[in-house]
């Protein structure tokens, strides 16, 4: 049979003999049948994909099966992952095993904090609730794979970032980076309209660096996909994480350490407040929101004089895009911002949307600024819905919060304003 015969075999055929795989003499193609196979993985192609990573004589194969083995549960992947940690032959294998084990061993650990957690609730033991949640984000991050020393996770203080006077203009952007043509492009529009109109502040709503992040706070990621593109503003920008921000374990911890290197960028913590002219502004780390975080929240709101509350973090409560709504978070979120905040502002979707309020809460999803942009939805929360490249420029003053949707030649395609 001739290798093209065989290639078609293998992309038709996702129940084949894994011995016919290795027929095929040419690593290269068989490294993209194994792509095809197992893409979408289920659990049915588990007993090929266990043959395939003990038997595979080529290192690249055995590397993207471990990869795809690591997104499945159960005692035989986590026996062949210890296996291949422990003797595949290429150190490049055995180090991604490694990784993978832990990041699971790391997920189950969080679950059972979680079951821990839920079982103080049920019995509303009030004392045990306040020991673990004083834990909580600690386990939730580490759930989530971060290697992140607990001080860095715990926030400072509110602090003034612009002092009180009677109005600023504050720039919001997500999911931007990319450092493709979009994301440069994006920012320079943004630069611009700085020229025009000065911002005095910034936010990111996540996905700064993707897809995975950085590996520390040299990472030359940083001077090509931000102090190239935005410290040209020299103005402070506030950043929270997105979902790919914490693709690498040490990455978390290197985006809140860069603050002490750069002029602009500003991420003091997992999760912070601080206060801008007549507004307050909370920054979450959604993708390992927890109890912690909520009880923190709900102080802060309380506690906030501020006209203008604004809360903001990557992941939506309610959306018309591609995710969808965040599961739980209408649950557990959004009874804390309810008829408190003004404003909610994520990105995570790659459109720009104003959602119906919720009990006087605002929902804003911005995530457009590089990453490419998806079809815009609506449904029955929709106020607006656009795709395209942009930003959201906010305005707010004693009397009134502006906001409109940017795109890259400085046109505004929407605008609200609360009163």
């Known amino acids: 049979m001739t290798s093209i015969l065989l290639a078609l075999l293998f992309f038709q055929a996702p129940a084949a003999d894994p011995a016919k795989l290795l027929e095929e003499r040419d690593p290269g193609k068989r490294l993209q049948a194994v792509e095809r196979l197992f893409k979408p993985l289920d659990k049915s192609n588990l007993p090929l994909l266990l043959k395939l990573a003990e038997s595979d004589p080529d290192a690249a194969v055995r590397k993207a099966v471990v990869e795809r083995l690591s997104r499945l549960r159960g005692p035989e992947v986590l026996a062949l992952l210890e296996l291949r940690a422990a003797s595949d032959p290429d150190p490049s294998v055995a180090l991604l095993a490694l990784e993978r084990l832990r990041i699971l061993q790391a997920q189950r650990l969080g679950q059972l904090f979680e079951q821990r957690l839920a079982l103080a609730q049920s019995q509303s033991d009030i004392k045990s609730l306040e020991l673990l949640t004083a834990q909580g984000q600690r386990w939730s991050t580490h759930a989530r794979g971060a290697t992140l020393p607990a001080f860095l996770q715990e926030p400072p203080p509110v602090f003034e970032a612009i002092p009180a006077r009677q109005s600023i203009r504050v720039l919001a952007f997500g999911d931007f980076g ?121 102080r802060e709101l309380g506690r906030s004089t501020a ?98 949707f940017v795109d890259t030649n400085g046109t505004a395609n929407y605008e609200t304003t609360l009163k």
């Open 178 to 298: 990319t450092d493709g043509a979009e994301m440069k492009q994006t920012a320079a529009a943004a630069v611009a309209y700085h020229r025009a109109q000065p911002f005095d502040l910034g936010l990111t709503l996540g996905d700064n660096i993707v897809p995975s992040g950085v590996t520390g706070t040299a990472d030359p990621r940083w001077k090509v996909d931000w102090e190239d593109l935005y410290a040209p503003m020299g103005i402070p920008i506030f950043a929270v994480t997105g979902n790919h921000d914490w693709g690498y374990s040490d990455s978390p911890a290197a985006e809140i350490l860069y603050s002490q290197k750069s002029r602009t960028w500003r991420m003091p913590a997992l999760y912070y407040s601080f206060t801008a002219g007549p507004a307050q502004f909370f920054a979450l780390a959604t993708h390992a929101l927890s109890e912690t975080q909520l009880r923190w929240l709900d």
């Open 307 to 404: 006209r203008w509350k604004i809360v903001y973090g990557h992941h939506p409560i309610y959306s018309h895009g591609a995710h969808g709504d965040t599961p739980g978070f209408d649950q557990s979120l959004l009874p804390v911002l309810k008829n408190r905040a003004q404003i909610y502002m994520v990105g995570h979707e790659h459109t720009m949307q104003h959602l119906k309020p919720e009990d006087g809460v605002h929902l804003i999803i911005t995530g457009a600024a590089g990453q490419g942009i998806r079809p815009a939805r609506s449904g029955p929360r929709t106020l607006y819905s656009g795709s395209f490249y942009g930003f959201t420029v906010i305005e707010a003053s004693a009397g009134q919060l502006k906001l409109s």
